[in-house]
């Protein structure tokens, strides 16, 4: 008997509500009920968030990512657990914010202000002055950022907000500015992942079109693109090229996993570790498969991407990555065409749709 076990994977789906909600997308990250991964500083004097995770004594000490914000001068210090969380929230003035989560009272992370609840009605000048002291008392973030925080850290999640010289463990990420002279895209969060965002419309060309690491330009990336895996929604950053959505390995591995299907990878420590991958196998690559790698890898039209020797089991293949912030990113379509999995659009649904046959 031939079973069909199915994954669906909804990329950027974006559930649409003004009412008070609870964030519906589990944490995967979790070990255990009433665990939680991660902590929030929040600098009010350099207007940076500093995240931080759990050590191997279930301290709040590793550094993992910092965002640019912007607090005020009403912005109240002290520790504090986030509570409710809202897609929309009306705020003072008039003006709605995307993905809110209250920090204490009246005070909320939120993204920067909209005129109306419609992503292309943003206060872009209130948007240029993140990094800046700007807000009533909230924290204003940019809509990746927001998100970020109302995907991943649940209620009761620990918010210290401190008065600090000195930014933090990390650096204050610069803050995009936006063109205001650009009236197409001017009242467009440019961090949006929403598709209909004139930011994301781009492709990537050229090693013009990337900067000296290989990283795309803001208006290519997707940070989190939502997950829907056997009625599951989970969220995992990745950045969309060309079309494209590519995801860090380990993620992909994630996704496989959830699915239900077998995967391990680890990269050739001959030759050159960076530009080959294998999955599923303990192969070692030849020196005529270099050879092709080199050969075809160095006469890519795709100048922008680079060509990596994928092997999975007894398939071998050529396939692009980016290089972006020191890890290579691939395409979920050319990892689930080698493990022979079936790549299905649905139209209604928006989803990507793997579909994999199992004889039992």
Not at 183 to 190: F, I, L, N, S, V
Request: proline share 4%; hydrophobic share 30%; net charge negative.
């Amino acid at each position: 008997m031939i079973k069909k076990r199915k994954a669906l994977l909804a990329l950027c789906c974006i559930i649409f509500s003004a009412s008070n909600v609870s964030a519906s997308a589990s944490n995967i990250y979790a070990k255990e009920k009433n665990i939680y991964k991660y902590s929030l500083d929040v600098n009010i004097n350099q207007n940076v968030v500093t995240v931080y995770e759990l050590d191997k004594n279930g301290e709040y000490t590793i550094p993992n990512r910092a965002f640019v914000c912007s607090a005020g001068k009403d912005t109240p210090l002290g520790t504090f657990k986030t509570s409710d969380k809202y897609r929309w929230r009306e705020l003072f003035g008039n003006v709605y914010g995307q993905y809110a989560t209250r920090i204490t009272g009246h005070i909320l992370f939120h993204s920067v202000p909209y005129n109306t609840m419609n992503k292309n009605d943003l206060e872009y000048e209130e948007y240029n002055k993140l990094g800046t002291s700007a807000s009533m008392g909230c924290i204003r973030l940019c809509v990746r950022d927001a998100k970020w925080i109302y995907d991943n850290c649940p209620s009761g999640t620990t918010v210290n907000i401190i008065d600090s010289d000195k930014p933090g463990p990390l650096p204050k990420p610069a803050a995009y500015k936006i063109d205001v002279n650009d009236t197409e895209k001017r009242g467009w969060d440019p961090t949006d992942p929403d598709l209909s965002n004139p930011y994301i419309k781009g492709s990537i060309d050229s090693k013009d079109d990337v900067d000296e690491n290989y990283a795309p330009k803001p208006d290519t990336v997707i940070d989190f693109a939502g997950m829907k895996i056997n009625g599951n929604m989970f969220y995992l950053g990745c950045y969309n090229i060309n079309g494209c959505n590519y995801f860090k390995i380990s993620d992909i591995e994630k996704i496989f996993e959830l699915a239900g299907i077998s995967f391990s990878y680890d990269c050739d420590d001959t030759n050159n570790a960076g530009d080959c991958i294998r999955i599923n196998t303990s192969d070692t690559p030849s020196d005529s498969d270099y050879k092709k790698l080199y050969t075809e890898g160095t006469n890519s039209i795709n100048t922008a991407a680079k060509v990596v020797l994928a092997l999975y089991g007894n398939q071998k293949m050529l396939i692009n990555a980016y290089s972006i912030g020191g890890k290579n990113y691939y395409s979920i379509r050319d990892i689930a065409e080698m493990s022979q999995l079936n790549v299905l659009w649905d139209k209604t649904s928006n989803c990507i749709e793997l579909e994999n046959d199992v004889t039992t």
